[in-house]
């Protein structure tokens, strides 16, 4: 007896979507929520590149130091409530950056809260697109990534 041939088998091309940003920048103060976060967006191909932050300070600072518009990321994931400085501070500090870094930079804001006030206060900023609750999840995101 022969022992038959084993054939190849033929690998699918890579079906994952490409990532519809480039860079995505998320900012909480809980290592938790900065995991789920991540893996959400690393699980749908949100962003090619995905920047964690404890601190909205850095951020802020990182943002006014930018030179060149490929530096801006397009989205920032945003939780409210931090003890360093809150999410609605981070939002009035935002305004004062310049307009090409607000044009391409828009926020969504991912928080516990379910204060109504919260939300329309946060929605009522320009740059503010999105209001979801924690945990993130597929679902809240179609809407706006897909």
């Known amino acids: 007896m022969t022992a038959k041939k084993i054939q190849p088998i033929e690998v699918l091309p890579e079906t994952r979507p490409q990532p519809r940003f480039r860079e995505v920048v998320l900012i909480d ?9 991540e893996t959400i967006l690393n699980a749908v191909s949100v962003s090619q ?13 990182d943002l006014q130091k ?9 989205l920032i994931f945003l939780d409210l409530n931090m003890p ?22 828009k926020i969504v804001i991912v928080t516990s809260s379910t204060d109504t006030t919260d939300k329309h206060k946060a929605l009522m900023h320009p740059s503010v697109v999105r209001f979801l609750q924690k945990p993130l999840d597929v679902y809240q995101l179609k809407d706006f990534v897909f």
């Open 29 to 37: 103060d809980s290592d938790v929520d900065l995991f789920i976060n």
């Open 84 to 105: 360093e400085m809150n999410g609605f501070e981070f939002i009035r500090r935002f305004s004062e950056l310049p307009d090409f870094v607000r044009s391409k930079c």
């Open 66 to 74: 930018v030179q060149r518009l490929t530096e801006v990321p397009e």
């Open 49 to 61: 590149k995905i920047r964690k932050e404890y601190s909205p300070v850095k951020v802020l600072e």
